[in-house]
């Protein structure tokens, strides 16, 4: 019933905002140059949006004839960026949140990932949990993700992470996955996509269906040729695969999809971190345009690495993977990895006994690579920029915060000073999302109420859940498990981890 009268809520409130025309009037643009492919800034700039589209940018304060009913939004003194856009995330997965603060990949195979569930959520749990975590990006002023929904070991829970996806107002593209868990068989997997595929559902909507499968390789060839079918028959918005090479053993390469020929059509694949790629894997990626979801806290978290990423730029963008564990903004990310490639970068130079005469990577290239780079990823050219004709998901900055109080340069101050409580205002296909540092999400404190109780539910269960035990050989890829050192803040004999507080 709840899920019921949200999705009511959701839709009147899309339908009452719809067609209201809105001039952000007297902020810092950072605008996209298609000629030269680059950011501009226009400082006292603004921004008239139709619909679900940027009309005009104007590098002055727009003083022409307005539309009529407009509302006029005074940015003077704000930042205004493009919505970032994440390509990588498990929205389903926010109820786990804070429990897995020490975790390993091994770990979160084994403990928090799809073929473990075993009932552990019900469909409302999926609904509630997918919702709030969406609502927590679009607060965040993530207006794009890529939902790699491996929620789909049931109709039930589909349906629910799908209805979800909707009903938050995110532009979602929700990537039906394909996977051997146990009680939904692959027959019937194939059966809801269809069916889903089929119907009128998304019609009109931000959400697009797309494909998440992991069994390109290793996997079953007859199950491989049925979902590279599925997804030329459906021409999806997307396909996103896990690519773990090295010790990982969940391959799912660029040469592997080549070889299938899925790589080279006019369906975007995402590669999700892209762990260990090889030189051939790069020059493919170039060469048929597809991209990697670099997912830096995650690697850096889990232990994935990605030792050969900041090598591959050109072809990537960013994402978020679980954000129940660790930051769920793009900023973030951004920043992290441009502090990564720049550390890697000079350390090039410092281990041949040199010293560094210059910065390696700029603060507009780690805002690209959460910007433009998404829209690229995904074959939308009017999504992740601010410029005429593209798509209206927008972010508002408060530039005079504590924190970006007497910045010159936008780009630098969002990248290096921003956190979320800097975001005034979001929008999303035109539509405002958040406003005056508020989601505009009718009932959120019901919505908050029902998640905080999946939440308790979800966490009690899973606390009683025993640790897995991850000794002898990995079963992915048949290498050995090995301890890696602890470390520890106070001298003494503690293992490093001291107390969880759950």
């Given at each position: ?218 996997g079953s060839v007859e199950q491989t040729e049925e979902v590279i079918s599925l997804a030329r028959e459906y021409n999806v918005s997307a396909i996103t695969t896990h690519s773990l090479q090295g010790v990982w053993g969940v391959i799912n390469s660029p040469e592997n999809l080549n070889d299938l020929g899925i790589l080279n059509t006019s369906i975007p694949v995402i ?217 520890d803040t106070v001298r003494g004999d503690g293992n490093g981890y001291r107390n969880q507080y759950l």
């Amino acid at each position: 019933m709840l899920r019921a009268l949200l999705s009511v809520a959701a839709f009147t409130a899309t339908v009452a905002a719809a067609s209201t025309p809105t001039l952000l009037s007297g902020g810092t643009v950072i605008y996209f140059d298609s000629d030269t492919e680059s950011l501009q800034v226009l400082r006292n700039g603004s921004i008239l949006i139709i619909n679900d589209t940027i009309e005009d940018v104007f590098a002055y304060s727009y003083d022409g004839t307005l539309p009529n009913g407009i509302k006029v939004i005074d940015t003077t003194g704000d930042i205004i960026t493009p919505g970032f856009i994440d390509t990588h995330r498990h929205g389903w997965q926010t109820a786990f949140k804070t429990l897995g603060s020490n975790t390993s990949l091994a770990e979160y195979f084994e403990r928090y990932g799809e073929f473990v569930v075993n009932g552990g959520y019900s469909a409302d749990d999926v609904y509630i949990s997918q919702l709030a975590g969406l609502y927590e990006a679009l607060n965040a002023g993530v207006t794009t993700i890529v939902d790699h929904a491996h929620h789909t070991w049931s109709n039930a829970t589909t349906d629910a992470g799908l209805d979800a996806s909707v009903d938050s107002g995110a532009r979602v593209f929700w990537c039906y996955a394909f996977h051997n868990v146990s009680k939904f068989s692959h027959a019937e997997q194939v059966a809801k996509f269809k069916d889903i595929a089929d119907s009128e559902r998304l019609n009109g909507k931000a959400t697009n269906l797309g494909i998440a499968y992991d069994g390109f390789h290793p996997g079953s060839v007859e199950q491989t040729e049925e979902v590279i079918s599925l997804a030329r028959e459906y021409n999806v918005s997307a396909i996103t695969t896990h690519s773990l090479q090295g010790v990982w053993g969940v391959i799912n390469s660029p040469e592997n999809l080549n070889d299938l020929g899925i790589l080279n059509t006019s369906i975007p694949v995402i590669f999700s971190h892209a762990s260990f790629l090889t030189p051939e894997g790069a020059q493919l990626l170039r060469s048929t345009n597809q991209y990697v979801s670099i997912t830096p806290e995650s690697e850096m978290h889990y232990g994935h690495d990605h030792p050969h990423n900041h090598l591959i730029q050109d072809q990537a963008a960013l994402g978020i993977d679980t954000h129940f564990t660790y930051s769920t903004d793009l900023v973030t990310q951004a920043r992290l990895w441009l502090q990564y490639a720049r550390l890697t970068l000079y350390r090039w130079v410092l281990q041949n006994w040199h010293v560094p005469s210059n910065n390696p990577m700029a603060v507009n290239q780690a805002f690209m690579l959460a910007t433009r780079n998404g829209g690229l990823a995904l074959r939308r050219p009017d999504l992740g920029i601010i410029a005429k004709g593209a798509k209206a998901d927008i972010v508002v900055w408060d530039g005079k915060s504590p924190g970006m109080l007497g910045w010159d340069d936008p780009v630098a101050a969002v990248i290096l000073h921003s956190n979320v409580g800097d975001i005034k205002h979001v929008l999303v296909d035109g539509k405002f999302v958040k406003r005056d540092r508020k989601l505009t999400v009718e009932n959120y404190s019901s919505i908050q109420q029902r998640f905080l109780v999946t939440a308790r539910k979800v966490q009690a269960e899973w606390k009683k859940r025993p640790y897995p035990v991850l000794e002898g050989k990995y079963a992915l890829s048949d290498y050995r498990y090995e301890t890696v050192p602890y470390a520890d803040t106070v001298r003494g004999d503690g293992n490093g981890y001291r107390n969880q507080y759950l």
